[in-house]
């Protein structure tokens, strides 16, 4: 009687995962996801570049980069503030980026490739309707 009214909403949920763990969905995601760590750590990497500091390989900056954003992530801190930009400046510092060079370039680096695009997506949000300020009078 209690799950009477949710068993749509299960057999609806059921076909989804089903439609979504099938091989193709799953290349499909996975391959869009490397694409998009590869452009976000070239933007990362040529941030660096852009301010001199060639110490690092395009492959160490990617390291960095997503081993500080999971770390983050783990944080359950919200969007790892603080903890990512802490991450990105001590692995940084580690492989011979000048300390304040370091704290500096991990701010930017985050501002360049996270709130950037948070920022993109709350403009796209008003564009299409989703995200209105106005209210509906009924």
């Known amino acids: ?29 996975v391959l869009l996801s490397l694409t998009y760590w590869f452009i976000i750590s070239s933007a990362a990497y040529y941030t660096l570049i852009a301010f001199e500091v060639d110490v690092l390989d395009y492959l160490q900056v990617t390291a960095i980069y997503t081993t500080s954003i999971l770390l983050g992530a783990l944080s359950f801190i919200p969007a790892g503030v603080g903890v990512t930009e802490g991450t ?26 996270f709130w950037y695009s948070v920022g993109v997506g709350f403009i796209a949000l008003k564009f299409t309707g989703i995200f209105s300020f106005k209210k509906n009078s009924e």
């Open 1 to 29: 009687r209690f799950f009477s009214k949710y068993v749509d909403n299960i057999s609806e949920f059921y076909e989804t995962v089903q439609k979504s763990t099938n091989v193709k969905t799953s290349v499909k995601c």
């Open 88 to 113: 990105i400046a001590g692995l940084f510092t580690l492989n011979g980026v000048n300390i304040s060079a370091a704290l500096i370039l991990s701010i930017l680096v985050r501002v360049l490739t």
